[in-house]
């Protein structure tokens, strides 16, 4: 296999209700992710979307964004894997140029969930058959493992707010995010509108819309593109028990444990080499749980981190350095490709206010579903 680089990112703020239409936000976040390339030099273009098909009824979507960005004749394919639908189409491209199948790749995420109210279309995550004609949705189950975190731990209600203050701190520098203007102590935080008991609103990522891109090249040519290259030292995919009835012990992700270690093994370096973590905080208790499946607390401590402020800028495992899924926004399949930006922003020293100190090494973690599939991608700065 080739070693691969990300040579280019594109990135829109992430808004709710964008003026623009699916294919417009992903023809500006392709010639972003462009620059100066000359496009006849792309090869592939693997687009990650969810809610399409139910929210704008339009199918066959990596086509259209190509085609509408002078890309047509590529090889032009959607990718899906539920809410991690754009580390999926990250994975797809990485593996496209790492076998060498493809020299220059695409990776470009797009969505637009407020066109309508997205939550019956999000749960078809969910089983179809035994879970959605219960009422269950990602909320609900997301919901239902606060409730049980909290009972096993003995812990209060707002055992998780300092998540939510840690985001919204972070967005505040980031031009992209959502949420550039609101700050929260964990007071307020656990005061938010009661959601489903014992979310809160501020517990939860936003309806958002938004699309970002990433150009893959491999290592050896990314000098032709950029002088700052970074890359992607793992990419590792993994799936649990699909329904999280039948998980022995649903607040074990065994997925995210697994995808972890397979991505570790993969880059040849340990946890400790970590320097920052992207992570699925569509719920404060998603984040929670990814810290302790991935090894950087041990079970029922990982509320801790937060509370410590360990996940801070300045903390020993930052977190959602740019906002997070609930300040930067989550716009689902486009996530992320954000996050693949924000990372190459970091490592690159382009992060401005929010700037880690010299980092070296990234983790990216998504989860589809409600920790049915985990995907996991590691980032070195490349020299
Ligand atoms: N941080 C800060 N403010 C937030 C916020 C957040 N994370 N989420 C919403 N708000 C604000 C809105 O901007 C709005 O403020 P305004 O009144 O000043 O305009 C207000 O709270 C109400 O937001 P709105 O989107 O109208 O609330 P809602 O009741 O329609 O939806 C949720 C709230 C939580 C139900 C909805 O955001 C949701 O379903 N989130 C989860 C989506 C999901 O499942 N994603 C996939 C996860 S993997």
């Known amino acids: ?18 003026d623009r239409g699916l294919r417009e936000l992903g023809v500006v976040v ?23 098909d139910e929210l704008q009824a339009q199918k066959h979507l990596a086509a259209l964004v ?23 189409a990250l994975r797809v491209a990485h593996l496209a140029v790492a076998s060498g199948a493809v020299d220059l790749a695409l990776a470009v995420g797009v969505e637009k969930m407020s066109d309508q109210v997205p939550t019956a279309a999000l749960a078809k995550a969910l ?21 049980l975190y909290l009972q096993e731990y003995g812990l209060p209600p707002d055992a998780l707010a300092p998540f939510s203050v840690n985001a919204h701190r972070n967005a505040q520098h980031n031009p992209h995010a959502m949420f550039r203007d609101r700050q929260f102590t964990a007071e307020q935080v656990a005061q938010s509108r009661l959601i489903y008991p014992p979310l809160r609103l501020l517990d939860c990522s936003p309806v ?47 997925a995210a444990i697994d995808s972890t270690q397979k991505a570790l093994r993969q880059a040849d370096i340990k946890l400790q080499d970590v320097d920052f973590f992207e992570l699925h905080d569509a719920f404060s208790i998603m984040a929670c749980l990814l810290l302790e499946a991935s090894g950087f607390a041990v ?27 609930k300040a930067r926004g989550h716009p689902i399949g486009a996530t992320a490709l954000y996050q693949s930006c924000e990372i190459v922003q970091q490592l690159t020293g382009k992060a401005g206010q929010n700037q880690l100190d010299e980092p070296r090494v990234a983790m990216l973690q998504s989860v589809g579903g409600a920790g049915t599939t985990i995907l996991t991608h590691l980032f070195s700065g490349a020299s």
């Open 1 to 18: 296999m080739r070693r691969v680089a990300i040579v280019g990112t594109g990135q829109v703020a992430v808004r709710k209700q964008y």
């Open 127 to 147: 089983d179809a058959r035994s879970e959605v004609p219960d009422g269950k949705t990602l909320l609900s189950q997301n919901a239902l493992l606060m409730a």
């Open 30 to 52: 392709v010639k972003q992710a462009l620059g100066e390339t000359d496009k006849r030099r792309v090869e592939a273009l693997y687009l990650s979307n969810m809610l399409s």
């Open 299 to 325: 079970p029922g401590q990982g509320w801790e981190l937060a509370a410590n402020d360990e996940i801070g800028i300045n903390g020993s495992i930052p977190i959602a350095t740019m906002g997070g899924l």
């Open 208 to 254: 958002s819309d938004g699309a970002a891109a990433v150009l893959l090249a491999p290592l050896s040519d990314a000098q032709q593109y950029t002088s700052y290259p970074v890359e992607i030292i793992a990419s590792s995919a993994t799936t649990d028990r699909f329904r999280m009835s039948d998980r022995p012990n649903p607040l074990r992700l065994e």
């Open 66 to 88: 190509a085609d509408e960005a002078g890309l047509a004749g590529i090889e032009a394919i959607q990718v899906r894997a539920a809410t991690a639908a754009g580390a999926a």
